[in-house]
């Protein structure tokens, strides 16, 4: 069985670190693309960060862009968003989600969520 | 980037009704659109792949169309499990997602 498991949610100052993880398992990690999404509470969806199979290729919405850094370890299976520079608007409960393919892909598998919340 | 909408933003529905819920994009996006459909508090879950592909598992009821910016998810017959926030979203560049529909009892 397929799962996802986020971890290192909390409450942050704006400014601030902190660093999602996320736990894979029932699948080989290294055969998949692997995102980041998040949501607002009581709002919609926003695509954070894609990292390929290999670590080598990472996209991000502009939004994050020299702030969060997505990573992975496919020995350990798991991956993690380093997120630098917090702000207000980062708050949201952040997803990870397998990315079937990166052209023509789709969430097929998505965690429960671990929230953060950016505030002073 | 590509900028996606939807309509209507949020509908009441009777069970067995036929819904229909309408996504456009920003630039053509080719067939490279998905749908998920969202409960309070749980993850999202896809429905349509690939504007038209069902996802294993997913009731027939629930059939996708379109292509280039106008894509279309259809409920042939409501039931009440289906009440539920819908989102579309597109792989043609990274990716986006619409701001969803909610669908309400009616």
């Known amino acids: 069985e397929v799962q996802l498991v986020e971890s290192g949610g909390g409450l942050v100052q704006p400014g601030g670190s902190l660093r999602l993880s996320c736990a894979a398992s029932?699948?080989?990690?290294?055969?998949?693309?692997m995102s980041w999404v998040r949501q607002t509470p009581g709002k919609g969806l926003e695509w954070v960060a894609t990292i390929n199979q290999y670590g080598d290729a990472k996209y991000y919405v502009d939004s994050v862009k020299g702030r969060f850094t997505i990573s992975r370890d496919n020995a350990e299976n798991s991956m993690s968003l380093q997120m630098n520079s917090l702000r207000a608007e980062d708050t949201a409960l952040y997803y990870c989600?397998?990315?079937?393919?990166?052209?023509?892909?789709?969430?097929?598998?998505w965690g429960q969520g671990t929230l953060l919340t950016v505030s002073s | 980037d590509v900028q996606m909408t939807q309509s209507p933003s949020s509908l009441s529905a009777s069970v067995g009704d036929r819904v229909t819920i309408t996504c456009r994009a920003s630039?053509?996006?080719?067939?490279?659109l998905n749908w998920y459909q969202q409960k309070p508090g749980i993850a999202p879950k896809v429905l349509i792949y690939?504007?038209?592909s069902l996802q294993s598992g997913v009731p027939s009821r629930f059939s996708g169309s379109g292509s280039g910016t106008d894509f279309t998810l259809t409920i042939s017959s409501l039931q009440p499990e289906d009440f539920a926030t819908y989102y579309c979203q597109q792989s043609y560049s990274t990716r986006s997602f619409g701001p969803g529909t909610k669908v309400h009892i009616k």
């Open positions: 029932g699948f080989t990690l290294s055969h998949y693309y």
């Open positions: 989600a397998r990315d079937s393919a990166w052209t023509n892909g789709y969430f097929d598998y």
């Open positions: 690939s504007a038209s």
């Open positions: 630039q053509n996006i080719h067939t490279f």
